[in-house]
């Protein structure tokens, strides 16, 4: 787990704080645009999207885009979770890992 207020000095999007931060990501950025590729580290074999499974407050979005434009200032909480695990947390867990994001003032931070 990873407490917005140790996010909070890198400033910017939450995607390039959670960069800096957990080594165990790895962001691909797509030339012209597109939302960014998060890989866990060693998910090079899965099939199929490679990117993690968001969760905001407990939503699953559709794509990564979400974590360009969510600053960190408005995070309380990030989980992240290798492939294929969730920590019990009653999500579904994503072939390529799971990031759960916990925005400040929600019922689900708490």
Known sequence: MILGSDLWARG??????????????RVSRRSGGGC?????????T???????????????????????QI?????ARVEVYGGGVSGGTGH???PNGTILV????????R
Request: net charge neutral; glycine share 12%.
């Open 71 to 75: 600053r960190v200032l408005d995070v």
């Open 12 to 25: 910017g999007s939450l995607l390039d704080a959670l960069a800096g931060r957990v080594s165990s990501i």
């Open 102 to 109: 916990f925005l400040t003032g929600s019922e689900a931070a």
């Open 36 to 44: 960014p590729s998060v890989m866990m580290r060693g998910q090079r």
């Open 46 to 68: 899965v099939i199929g999207n490679p990117s993690a499974q968001v969760y905001v407050d407990g939503t699953p979005m559709l794509d990564t885009c979400i974590l360009n």
């Open 92 to 94: 579904r867990a994503g």
